[in-house]
Each structure stands twice: as structure tokens, then as C-alpha cells.
């Protein structure tokens, strides 16, 4: 089993989001995906994420921007860095992948295109009523949704859930519950790990 804990919100999530679910699909094995809000971490446990936006090192930076153009290439996405909202307020489309449950891939698959490829804000209502009707969800009972108190207090026990496991961002993936991984680059390190669980259980 893997579980994806994820936010929109990251460059690096879209694509890891992305270039799991293949893998996930071609080892049979089943993705539990659960957003959080990366902003929550980074406040509890890894404040220094503030410090490189402030005073962010040029070259590594300019390196960094290259990096992310080589990934979005390699995985077939259009991902624009920065978008023109950065950092942006995710909470009710995380809210609304809470919400949305068993069938919230499309619509996490949408919000990734919105923010990275379509350089929209998704804080916003009326961007949020877009990606809903393109995807056949309700608007109405999208925004009732992300507003019930137990959608609110999932995603934060979510948030708290993996830094209680180790997690310091997005993505963090979990392979049978206590193998942590950090990142788009770790895909090859847990196909290993999923192709070892799968020989012992054999």
C-alpha cells in the first residue's frame, strides 16, 4: 500500500502525483491519498522554508527552476514557476479533496492543472466553480462541503498525522505505513521497495 500525502500547492507534489499512479497502477498495488496543508507543516516543523523564499541562494535557485523545467518535461506537464499567486492559499481545494473522498482525482487533478499549467489562483471561488463544472462535481454542495467542521478538522488531523510520522512537506509517501519517502525523485527508491514487499509476500 502507498499513502500520498499531499498539497496542491508544490510544484514537486503535481508531479509526483502524476508519475505515481502509473506505478501504483503497473504493481497492482492501491494509492490512499491524503491531502494536508503543507503551509501547517512548515509552520510546526520546517520553518526554514520561510527563510530560503526570503533570502532564497541565486544559484541554487536558478538551478532549482531548471530542475523543476527538466521534470515537467519529462513527465509530459506544463508547469510555470512562479505562478503569478505564489505562495498560494490552498485550504478549501484541500478541504474539497477531503470532501470529494474516493473520487477526489479528478478534481486534485484539475486544481494541479489550474495553479501550475493555467496560472489560475486557486484560493479563489470562482476559479474553485470552474474546476468543479469541469469535472460534473456540484458547486453547490462542493462549498456546503468544504465548509462542514469535521472536512476542516480532517485535514488538519491529517496535517498533524504526518508530521507525528516524520513528514516535513509535500509530498511525503508512505510504503506499508512506516517506509517514509520524500519527493518526485524518490519514485525509483519505492518501486524498489514495493518490488521487495511484493517478494516477501510471494
Known amino acids: 500500500m502507498i499513502e500520498f500525502f499531499f498539497d496542491c500547492s ?3 507534489t503535481y508531479l509526483a502525483f502524476h508519475n505515481i499512479q502509473p506505478l501504483a ?20 516543523v520546517n520553518p526554514s522554508v520561510y527563510a530560503q523564499r526570503e533570502t532564497p541562494v541565486p544559484l541554487k535557485a536558478r538551478y532549482m527552476k531548471k530542475d523543476l523545467a527538466d521534470w515537467a518535461r519529462s513527465a509530459g506537464l506544463a508547469i510555470k514557476m512562479p505562478p503569478t499567486v505564489f505562495p498560494v492559499n490552498s485550504v478549501k481545494a484541500m478541504r474539497g479533496c477531503i470532501w470529494l473522498a474516493a473520487d477526489m482525482v479528478p478534481f486534485a487533478t ?10 489560475k489562483d486557486i484560493s479563489q471561488d470562482a476559479v474553485l466553480a470552474e474546476i468543479c463544472k469541469r469535472v460534473g462535481i456540484d458547486e453547490q454542495g462542493f462549498f456546503a462541503g468544504i465548509s462542514e467542521q469535521a472536512i476542516k478538522d480532517q485535514l488538519k488531523a491529517n496535517t498533524e498525522e504526518v508530521v507525528a510520522r516524520g513528514g516535513f512537506g509535500s509530498p511525503t509517501i508512505f510504503v506499508n505505513k ?13 518501486r524498489e521497495a514495493l518490488l521487495r514487499s511484493k517478494a516477501s509476500a510471494a
Do not use: Q
Open 178 to 190: 512506516t517506509d517514509m519517502y520524500f519527493g518526485n525523485d524518490r519514485l525509483p527508491l519505492i
Open 110 to 119: 484539475a486544481v494541479f492543472e489550474a495553479y501550475w499549467g493555467g496560472d
Open 10 to 12: 508544490s510544484p514537486w
Open 25 to 44: 497502477r503497473e504493481l497492482g498495488v492501491e494509492i490512499v491519498w491524503r491531502p494536508i496543508l503543507v503551509g501547517g507543516i512548515f509552520n510546526t
